[in-house]
Every structure is written in C-alpha cells, then in structure tokens.
C-alpha cells in the first residue's frame, strides 16, 4: 500500500516520492507530508487514527518488515551460538530437542511477554556461551570455509541449471557449462579460505585466557613482560638510572635557587 493517509495520493506508480509507516500505529504517510507537518521536531495527531507521533516515528518499512528483519537478526545471533549439528548427540532424539531448544529460546527474544522474559532468556543463553565456548570457538574458526564451499556449490547448481536450459534437446545431460563467475574469480575461487588455527591450551585454560605475549623469537621471558614494552632489563635499568639522575639535579637546581 503506497497511499498516503494524509493527502490521499497513491504514489505505487511514481516511486521517486518514498513512503513511510509509523512505527507507532503502521499508518503510511508520504515524505512530503512528513517534512510538511513535522516541523522543528513537534508532535502531529496520525491522519488515519491520531495518535501523537512524530518525524522520528517513520521508518521505510511496514511493520511486518521490520518484525522479520528483527527476527532474522535474532536467529542469525542464537544460531551463531547454538551451533551444534547432529554428529553431536547420540539419537536423533536428542538433537530434535536441541532444535525444539533453540526455537523457543528464539521465539522467546521475537515475542517476549515482558522485559523480565528478555533478560531471563538472555542469562540463560549466557550461561549456554560459557559452558560450550569452546565448541562456538571451533564452529566459528570452520566458517569462512564452509561459506566458500557453499558459494562453490552455488555456482556448480547454476552451472548445471544454465547448461539444461540453454542446451539443445539432444545435447541435455552432457557436460556442464562453466559459470561465468568460475571465469571471472578463478583466483579467489582457487584459494579457498585457511581454517584458523585453534590456540594451544595448556591445563585445560578456557579459550578465552590471556594468551602468553610474544618476543622476538618465541614466547617472552617474564622479565621482558614486566618492563613494559617488551624491552630488555638492561635497556630498563639504564632508563631508570637516567630519569633518576635527571630528577636529582632538578631537585638540586631547585633547592640552590631558593637558597
């Protein structure tokens, strides 16, 4: 609907003037009666209902839209975190709850009840974080190949998809065209992503340790942590030998010219 509820004009075959929803009631107004009646950030009775709202109040989407694209953000975030596959449980069963979990705990942040609900639901998607971060961590080292391999499989499906149809009859079923992209990115699609490398963990540290600082040729020595900078003792003690001396003569000229 591109009819503006406070001129009347339907704007679908003229998309030059943009429309806007309310997010307050959802009422469609143009952008011309917007800057027209919303002047120097005052309140204005809605056209359709009047309910007070103001310039702020418009987005670019009805509400519909917005509530999916919040959605599909809060999936994108809970999926990033419950990650497991079913290699990881022993039944099917099992891994048929752990989606039944997820689900709810998503339905939960997209239609909560109240804002106790909300901060519930996220303590309890905390505590999951912590007690699986290692699991995320390996999951999320794992990405950008199984991105690329998905683009791969893309590309191959299309490839096939416009061999079959731009075929002749007799000739379907033969070998596959190539995508134009395989031409187009052939360097970046023959060097596919590096996993990233999983850190050493000794006695069972929790992956979100400090990790031990580096010097020039391996770990550094406790000496070179502690005097800052990563520089030697020697280098350290000359500093300290020459600020001390600078002070004392400063201390000197002070106590001489008072005198």
């Known amino acids: 609907m591109n009819e503006c509820l406070a001129c009347?004009?339907?704007y679908y075959h003229n998309p030059d003037v943009r429309v806007f929803f309310s997010v307050?009631?959802?009422?469609p107004v143009c952008e011309p009666c917007i800057t027209r009646l919303f002047q120097h950030g005052r309140t204005y009775p809605c056209p359709a209902c009047g309910q007070s709202v103001r310039a702020e109040d418009f987005s670019e989407h009805p509400r519909e839209a917005r509530q999916v694209e919040s959605e599909v953000k809060v999936r994108r975030q809970i999926c990033d975190i419950y990650c497991k596959t079913e290699d990881d449980f022993q039944t099917a069963e099992e891994y048929n709850d752990y989606l039944m979990q997820r689900e709810d705990t998503i339905f939960r942040l997209v239609n909560p009840s109240c804002h106790e609900e909300v901060q519930e639901t996220w303590r309890c998607i905390d505590q999951y974080r912590e007690l699986n971060a290692e699991q995320i961590l390996r999951v999320q080292r794992l990405q950008p190949r199984k991105k690329f391999q998905k683009i791969l499989s893309?590309?191959?499906?299309?490839?096939?998809?416009?061999?079959?149809v731009n075929a002749e009859w007799g000739e379907r079923g033969q070998?596959?065209?190539?995508?134009p992209?395989?031409?187009?990115?052939r360097t970046l699609l023959e060097h596919p992503p590096e996993d990233q490398r999983e850190p050493a963990q000794e006695g069972g540290a929790s992956p979100f340790a400090p990790q031990p600082l580096l010097?020039?040729?391996?770990?550094?020595d406790t000496a070179r942590q502690m005097s800052g900078g990563?520089?030697?003792p020697e280098v350290c003690l000359k500093k300290a030998r020459h600020f001390f001396?600078?002070?004392?003569?400063?201390?000197?000229s002070v106590i001489a010219s008072a005198a």
Request: glycine letters at 8%; hydrophobic letters at 40%.
């Open 245 to 252: 001396f600078s002070d004392l003569v400063a201390a000197t």
């Open 8 to 10: 009347h004009v339907d």
């Open 181 to 185: 992209f395989q031409a187009r990115y």
């Open 154 to 164: 893309i590309i191959e499906e299309e490839g096939v998809f416009c061999s079959s």
């Open 175 to 179: 070998a596959a065209l190539q995508h």
């Open 230 to 232: 990563g520089q030697t």
């Open 24 to 27: 307050v009631c959802d009422h």
């Open 215 to 220: 010097g020039e040729h391996g770990p550094a």
